[in-house]
């Protein structure tokens, strides 16, 4: 490759990246999506055959894979001829992937039909089409996730229990010490190369606490556009793994991987800004809350139940949803008031939001953040109400989400006005890949079945 043509083409990547490379040859580059799931998919090459393409293919059954990798067959014409998508490279999502041998570059891509077209039911895709009404309306949402995970001892039987790792003292962490600095230090090593390779990817980590289970960590993100966010949570959860790997331990964001300790979320704090002035469309003049505020309240007050299968995708997410369980099970709303399913944090008036706590850490960040960004929309669209906020705790409150993924699946099917705003292609997709995954979840027999009704009944 001709020496003027690398330098143009480094000049397309992010300056964080071409700091960390400093001088050095990309060795290979990762050419990633996401899949339904959020699974990262695509195809590695040496940085000499990637500068020559200027897309490449995959086949569009990418999309209609189970989380156990099945295939889901659809009512679709010619599905099994695998027909191929275009993949063009967004350099803007262009990082490091600071954990390989090699000097590599990573990036995700932009999935288009033969015409130029997006893929209506890629993830990514998804969101930017909500984004888009968004700004149809002059509006640009603004969201921050919240991000939980356990970091566990190695589990390489599938039949054994979940367990927390062992320390740096050398003692395994079996105690709940929320916000525990000590317990932060008893895994710094983790934290520490979660750092460095944030760093090394252009990753602002806004801050890192201990969470409220044995060996549970808490990262949150700055403020900033849906889509950009959605992509550092897909980046995240790989680097969040490495990170551990390197340090004998896994790294898990299953949403309750232990039946003692509490599950793990991703709040998403949101709001929205007028786009010709930059000002918080859920604060007035007087830093008082606005119409628009109080619809976006209500819209996710009312929708989100029929989106809850995207915030909670899989049958293990409904286990977080336990009274008392540090989990919503209600949408009720109140200021700084973290029993309900709907928070509005302290703040000064151009920093108003509203924190959806309902989301697990299991979810796929694209199809997470289209849905409750869909719900906020549907209302102020709608102009609906919310209910009064509540003062106290909420966990007493009805029940407002679905028992379990079968149920939160019939509630999707019955919403057409979700199913206009996520189109009818994603929609339909979706609803069946999840069935299948219940379908086939329902065929194993656990061990509770085992030890209780073997010989009892």
């Given at each position: 490759?001709?020496?003027?043509?690398?330098?143009?083409?480094?000049?397309?990547?992010?300056?964080?990246?071409?700091?960390?490379?400093?001088?050095?040859?990309?060795?290979?580059?990762?050419?990633?999506?996401?899949?339904?799931?959020?699974?990262?998919?695509?195809?590695?090459?040496?940085?000499?055959?990637f500068?020559r393409?200027?897309?490449?293919?995959?086949?569009?059954?990418?999309?209609?894979?189970?989380?156990?990798?099945d295939?889901?067959?659809?009512?679709?014409?010619?599905?099994?001829?695998?027909?191929?998508m275009?993949?063009?490279?967004?350099?803007?999502?262009?990082?490091?992937?600071?954990?390989?041998e090699?000097?590599?570059?990573?990036?995700?891509?932009?999935?288009?039909?033969?015409?130029?077209?997006?893929?209506?039911?890629?993830?990514?895709?998804?969101?930017k089409?909500?984004?888009?009404?968004?700004?149809?309306?002059?509006?640009?949402?603004?969201?921050?996730?919240?991000?939980?995970?356990?970091?566990?001892?190695?589990?390489?039987?599938?039949?054994?229990?979940?367990?927390?790792?062992?320390?740096?003292?050398?003692?395994?962490?079996?105690?709940?010490?929320?916000?525990?600095?000590?317990?932060?230090?008893?895994?710094?090593?983790?934290?520490?190369?979660?750092?460095?390779?944030?760093?090394?990817?252009?990753?602002?980590?806004?801050?890192?606490?201990?969470?409220?289970?044995?060996?549970?960590?808490?990262?949150?993100?700055?403020?900033?556009?849906?889509?950009k966010?959605?992509?550092?949570?897909?980046?995240?959860k790989?680097?969040?793994?490495?990170?551990?790997?390197?340090?004998?331990?896994?790294?898990?964001?299953?949403a309750?991987?232990?039946?003692?300790?509490p599950?793990?979320?991703?709040?998403i704090?949101?709001?929205?800004?007028?786009?010709?002035?930059?000002?918080?469309?859920?604060?007035?003049?007087?830093?008082?809350?606005?119409?628009?505020?109080?619809?976006?309240?209500?819209?996710q007050?009312?929708?989100?139940?029929?989106?809850?299968?995207?915030?909670?995708?899989?049958?293990?997410?409904?286990?977080?949803?336990?009274?008392?369980?540090?989990?919503?099970?209600?949408?009720?709303?109140?200021?700084?008031?973290?029993?309900?399913?709907?928070?509005?944090?302290?703040s000064?008036?151009?920093?108003?939001?509203?924190?959806?706590?309902?989301?697990?850490?299991?979810?796929?960040?694209?199809?997470?953040?289209?849905a409750?960004?869909?719900?906020?929309?549907?209302?102020?669209?709608?102009?609906?109400?919310?209910r009064e906020?509540?003062?106290?705790?909420?966990?007493?409150?009805?029940?407002?989400?679905?028992?379990?993924?079968?149920?939160?699946?019939?509630?999707?099917e019955?919403?057409?006005?979700?199913?206009?705003v996520?189109?009818?292609?994603?929609?339909?997709?979706?609803?069946?890949?999840?069935?299948?995954?219940?379908?086939?979840?329902?065929?194993?027999i656990?061990?509770?079945?085992?030890?209780?009704?073997?010989?009892?009944?």
């Amino acid at each position: 490759m001709p020496a003027d043509s690398a330098i143009q083409f480094l000049d397309r990547l992010p300056e964080t990246f071409r700091e960390w490379l400093a001088g050095r040859r990309i060795e290979e580059v990762e050419c990633v999506i996401a899949d339904i799931a959020g699974v990262s998919r695509g195809k590695a090459m040496p940085y000499a055959k990637f500068v020559r393409e200027d897309r490449m293919f995959l086949p569009t059954s990418i999309f209609h894979q189970t989380i156990a990798g099945d295939y889901v067959d659809m009512d679709i014409a010619n599905q099994w001829t695998e027909s191929d998508m275009v993949l063009k490279p967004d350099y803007d999502t262009a990082t490091a992937s600071p954990w390989a041998e090699d000097v590599t570059l990573q990036v995700i891509h932009n999935v288009e039909d033969l015409a130029g077209r997006p893929i209506s039911v890629a993830p990514r895709n998804v969101l930017k089409r909500v984004v888009e009404l968004y700004e149809e309306e002059g509006w640009r949402p603004v969201v921050a996730p919240e991000m939980e995970f356990y970091l566990i001892k190695p589990n390489l039987n599938p039949n054994e229990p979940i367990e927390p790792p062992v320390g740096r003292t050398g003692r395994q962490m079996v105690s709940r010490q929320a916000y525990s600095m000590s317990a932060v230090d008893e895994y710094g090593k983790v934290i520490d190369d979660i750092y460095e390779f944030a760093e090394a990817q252009g990753f602002e980590i806004d801050t890192i606490i201990q969470e409220g289970g044995a060996g549970q960590v808490e990262i949150n993100l700055l403020h900033g556009d849906p889509i950009k966010l959605a992509d550092q949570v897909f980046f995240f959860k790989r680097t969040i793994r490495e990170a551990a790997l390197r340090n004998n331990c896994f790294a898990t964001f299953m949403a309750k991987p232990m039946q003692e300790e509490p599950g793990s979320a991703m709040h998403i704090h949101q709001s929205v800004v007028d786009i010709r002035t930059g000002r918080n469309i859920f604060s007035d003049a007087k830093g008082e809350p606005t119409k628009a505020f109080y619809s976006f309240l209500a819209g996710q007050q009312r929708h989100i139940p029929t989106v809850v299968c995207m915030l909670a995708p899989y049958v293990n997410s409904y286990r977080r949803y336990v009274p008392h369980g540090s989990a919503p099970i209600n949408l009720e709303w109140g200021p700084d008031n973290r029993t309900t399913g709907l928070r509005v944090p302290i703040s000064e008036p151009h920093a108003r939001r509203i924190e959806n706590r309902v989301v697990g850490m299991d979810c796929n960040p694209y199809l997470a953040l289209a849905a409750s960004l869909a719900c906020g929309y549907l209302g102020m669209k709608s102009k609906l109400k919310p209910r009064e906020p509540v003062a106290g705790e909420a966990y007493h409150r009805p029940r407002a989400l679905p028992r379990d993924l079968l149920a939160a699946l019939d509630l999707f099917e019955e919403c057409p006005e979700i199913t206009a705003v996520l189109g009818a292609e994603f929609c339909s997709l979706y609803k069946a890949i999840k069935r299948d995954e219940v379908e086939t979840f329902l065929r194993v027999i656990s061990p509770w079945e085992r030890d209780h009704l073997l010989l009892n009944v």
